[in-house]
């Protein structure tokens, strides 16, 4: 069975910085794509960033520029850095991986942006 392990959240000021990991453990496991979605209370989860076994990424407009994903060359490992971060950042975060068909999601880690 495959698990989605994530950290690295917490409590940061704005402008500050965080680096989020994912770790997949379990079978071997090697996605086909692995990201990041978050939800703020009261809202719907969004998509933060992907990366996909190719390289290629994809960013939400909201943290184009500031967020960086990547991952080991394995996919079975992915990061999500976050610079210069605002109160609007502040959500659960989600890992997210698509292997063989199936989805996999973690538990979430949170990220709160606050003084």
């Known amino acids: 069975q495959v698990q989605l392990v994530e950290s690295g959240g917490g409590l940061v000021q704005p402008g500050g910085s965080l680096r989020l990991s994912c770790a997949a453990s379990?079978?071997?496991?090697?996605?086909?794509?692995m990201g990041w979605y978050r939800q703020a209370p009261g809202k719907q989860r969004e998509l933060v960033a992907y990366?996909?076994?190719?390289?290629?990424?994809v960013y939400a407009e909201s943290v184009k520029g500031r967020f960086t994903i990547s991952s080991d060359n394995a996919m079975s490992t992915v990061f999500l850095r976050m610079n210069n971060l605002n109160p609007g950042d502040t959500a659960v975060y989600y890992c997210?991986?698509?292997?063989?068909?199936?989805?996999?999601w973690g538990q979430g880690t949170q990220v709160t942006v606050s003084t």
């Open positions: 997210n991986a698509a292997n063989n068909g199936k989805i996999y």
């Open positions: 379990g079978n071997i496991f090697s996605a086909t794509v």
């Open positions: 990366v996909t076994d190719d390289g290629s990424t």
